[in-house]
C-alpha cells in the first residue's frame, strides 16, 4: 500500500524545480550527458546510459510502463528503450518523439538454463525447423512488418508436461502485451510454438525483469521468453537460445524538449472536460479490453493471500508465544532469535529469501511463498503481542483459577485467554491491516495482486493516475471491512456489551 501512494506522489506532484526552468531543447544523444535518464533496472539500457554518460543523473524504474510515465510526468527528460517496441509506445503518445536514430543493435533471443542443455539444444533444434519451413518468416512479417496482432491458434497438447516461461508483460508490441487478459505478441506465439513442438502445455509467469534469470537459474520457470539482448555478463550466467530478431535502443522525449519537434504545430482542440476525461479513463481503464478482470483477478489473489497468512501468522504466533515465555532455555532462546531476526528484516527480502533460496529446488505455488513469509513475519509480531498481553494480566489470577480447582490449562483457556484477547485486540487489528497492506509487493515473486493488476492496466493505458487511485480504494475498502468485522470482534468479547446485551433481553 506504501508502494501505491508513493507512486501516486511522484508521478503526480510535480518537481518544484521543473516549475521554474525551461529545459534546453535536445537536438541529439550528446545533450543527454548532463540530463536526468529514465531506464529499465538490470536492462542494457540502464547498463549502456551509467557507461555513456557516467555524468547524467540516471533512474533505474523496475518496469517500461515506468519509464514512460516518468518522461511525461517530467520526473526524467528522457527515456531509453528498445526501439521496435518504442515505435508501437509513441502511437499511443502522440506528445513524445524519438532523438536522434536507434543505437547500439544488438541480437536477442530466449534465455534457458546453462545446466538444461536439452531443453536449449530442443529450441535450436525447433527454431531452425520453423526457420526451414517459412513459419519464422511469416511470423516477423505479420508482427514487426504488418503490424498484424491477432495471435494464431496453437494447440499445446499437455502430453509431455508442462512448460514454464517467464515473460514480462508489458514489455510492449510487436513482442509482448496483454489483449483481453491473454498475453499476446511474437515472443508469446514463438515460445507457444516450441512448446507445441515439445508437445507440452505452456504457462507464462508474469515477472519482475530483475527476477527473470535469478528464476531460471533456481529451476523457477523453464526458459525466459523475453527479448533478452546478448550480452558478455548474461551469457556466463544463462545460454541463449538462436537469435531471433535483432533490435537497438532509442532516446525520448516530450516533444516540447526536443528541437526537431520544437516548431511543430500545436493541436488547438478543446481540451476535454474534467466529468469527460473521467468516463474516458473509466473506459480505457476498465472496460477496454475487459480490464476489471484483472483486478477481480488480482483482488481474489490479495483476500487469499491475506486471510492464509493472517491465520497462519496468528497460529505461529501463539506457538512462538509459547516458546519465549517457557523458562527453558532451549525453546526460550530459539523464540527470540526468532523475533529478532523477523521483526528486523524487511518483510520483502524475506519473500526473495523464501521464493529464491528456500524453496530454489522445489516447484511450489508462488502464492504459497508468499502465505509463508507474510505469515511468517506477522507470526513474529503476534508472538510479541500475545506476550505483552498475558504478562499484563496479575498472576493472582491464575493462582485465583488453580485454587478453584482448574488446572493450568484451563486456567489460561478460561481465566487468562479471554481477558488477553480483549487486550490485544485493538493492537492486532492493526497488524493485519499492515499485512493486507504488505502484500502488495508479492509482484516480485510473479504473484498477479492488486498492485500487479494495476502496473500491467498502466502499461497499456500510461495513465498514471486512475489505476493508482483504483487500487488505493479496493485497498481502503478491504482495510474497511475487516476493521468492521475485527470491530464486531472488539465488541462482543468485551463484558460491558455482553451485560448490556443480557439485560435488554
Known amino acids: ?273 474534467f466529468l469527460q476525461e473521467l468516463v474516458n479513463n473509466f473506459q480505457s481503464n476498465l472496460i477496454q479490453e475487459k480490464r476489471y478482470l484483472l483486478l477481480w483477478d488480482g483482488l481474489k489473489t490479495t483476500i487469499i493471500i491475506s486471510i492464509l497468512a493472517t491465520i497462519f501468522g496468528t497460529f505461529l504466533g501463539g506457538l512462538i508465544c509459547f516458546l519465549r515465555m517457557s523458562n527453558n532455555k532451549f525453546l526460550n532462546i530459539p523464540a527470540k532469535i526468532y523475533i529478532s531476526i523477523l521483526r528486523g528484516t524487511p518483510v520483502l527480502v524475506i519473500l526473495m529469501i523464501i521464493f529464491y533460496v528456500v524453496f530454489a529446488s522445489v516447484n511450489v505455488s508462488p502464492i504459497f511463498v508468499a502465505t509463508i513469509a507474510f505469515g511468517m513475519n506477522c507470526g513474529a509480531y503476534a508472538a510479541e503481542i500475545f506476550r505483552s498481553g498475558i504478562e499484563g494480566i496479575e498472576k493472582g489470577q491464575t493462582e485465583a483459577g488453580i485454587a478453584m480447582g482448574f488446572n493450568k490449562i484451563k486456567t489460561f483457556i478460561y481465566i487468562i485467554l479471554p481477558q488477553t484477547v480483549r487486550r490485544i485486540l485493538p493492537i492486532y487489528k492493526g497488524e493485519i491491516i499492515t499485512l493486507v497492506k504488505m502484500t502488495s509487493i508479492v509482484g516480485y515473486i510473479a504473484v498477479q495482486d492488486l498492485t500487479k493488476a494495476s502496473d500491467i492496466i498502466r502499461s497499456r493505458t500510461f495513465d498514471a493516475f486512475f489505476p493508482l487511485i483504483m487500487i488505493a480504494i479496493l485497498y481502503f475498502l478491504i482495510s474497511l471491512i475487516l476493521i468492521q468485522f475485527l470491530d464486531y470482534l472488539e465488541k462482543i468479547t468485551d463484558p460491558k456489551y455482553k451485560r448490556k446485551v443480557r439485560t435488554k433481553s
Open 1 to 273: 500500500m506504501i508502494k501505491i501512494f508513493l507512486l501516486i506522489f511522484y508521478f503526480l506532484l510535480p518537481l518544484q524545480a521543473n516549475a521554474n526552468e525551461e529545459m534546453q531543447p535536445i537536438t541529439n544523444l550528446e545533450d543527454l550527458k548532463n540530463k536526468k535518464i529514465g531506464v529499465m533496472l538490470g536492462s542494457t539500457h540502464d547498463a549502456f546510459a551509467h557507461k555513456q554518460y557516467p555524468e547524467a543523473d540516471i533512474l533505474q524504474y523496475k518496469s517500461p510502463a515506468d519509464v514512460l510515465l516518468g518522461v511525461k510526468s517530467g520526473k526524467v527528460d528522457v527515456g531509453i528503450y528498445n526501439s521496435v517496441s518504442l515505435t508501437e509506445i509513441l502511437k499511443l503518445n502522440p506528445d513524445l518523439g524519438v532523438i536522434d536514430k536507434p543505437f547500439e543493435f544488438s541480437p536477442v533471443g530466449f534465455g534457458f538454463n546453462k545446466k538444461n542443455v536439452e531443453l536449449h539444444a530442443q529450441f535450436n533444434t525447433f527454431f531452425q525447423t520453423i526457420k526451414d519451413s517459412g513459419v519464422y518468416a511469416d511470423m516477423i512479417e505479420r508482427w514487426t512488418k504488418k503490424g498484424i496482432t491477432d495471435m494464431p491458434k496453437i494447440d499445446t497438447p499437455n502430453k509431455n508436461g508442462l512448460l514454464v516461461a517467464g515473460h514480462i508483460s508489458d514489455g510492449g508490441l510487436p513482442f509482448v502485451t496483454l489483449r483481453n487478459n491473454e498475453n499476446i505478441g511474437l515472443n508469446i506465439e514463438l515460445a507457444k510454438r516450441f512448446a507445441a513442438y515439445l508437445g507440452k502445455d505452456i504457462r507464462f509467469d508474469d515477472m519482475e525483469f530483475g527476477g527473470l534469470i535469478p528464476s531460471l537459474n533456481t529451476g523457477k520457470i523453464d526458459f525466459i521468453a523475453v527479448t533478452l539482448m546478448f550480452t558478455e555478463e548474461r551469457k556466463q550466467k544463462i545460454n541463449f537460445g538462436e537469435p531471433y530478431y535483432e533490435i537497438g535502443m532509442s532516446a525520448f522525449a516530450l516533444k516540447k524538449n526536443i528541437a526537431a519537434f520544437k516548431q511543430e504545430k500545436k493541436n488547438d482542440s478543446t481540451a476535454p472536460t
